[in-house]
């Protein structure tokens, strides 16, 4: 059984700083690619950071040099460390894995965590 849970969420101040986990059960990611997603109030879902199997990253233009993704693998944990946090980073954030497995294509999702920026 997969399972994603988020965590690190919170208030924090423009400027501020805080680092997202996502703990992986049930999937490898020697499979997977890992992503950081997030949605506003009235906003669609969008992809704000990604990690493939092989390490190379992509990260939405608007977080470049403020986010960083990265994956520890002897904890099973994705990250998502936010440097110089602004008000619209202010979003639910989830986790997202993705990946072929047997021929078919599989997506899992976390819970999502809050993130609120604001002074």
């Known amino acids: 059984q997969v399972q994603l849970v988020e965590s690190g969420g919170g208030l924090v101040q423009p400027g501020g700083s805080l680092r997202l986990s996502c703990a992986a059960s049930g999937i490898l990611f020697s499979i997977y690619t890992m992503g950081w997603y997030r949605q506003a109030p009235g906003k669609q879902r969008e992809l704000v950071a990604g990690?493939?199997?092989?390490?190379?990253?992509n990260y939405k233009d608007s977080v470049k040099g403020r986010f960083t993704i990265s994956i520890d693998n002897a904890k099973n944990t994705v990250y998502l460390q936010m440097n110089s946090l602004k008000p619209e980073d202010t979003a639910v954030y989830y986790c997202?894995?993705?990946?072929?497995?047997?021929?078919?294509?599989?997506?899992?999702w976390g819970q999502g965590t809050q993130v609120t920026v604001s002074s």
């Open positions: 997202n894995a993705h990946g072929k497995v047997t021929g078919l294509l599989k997506d899992y």
């Open positions: 990690i493939t199997s092989g390490g190379s990253t």
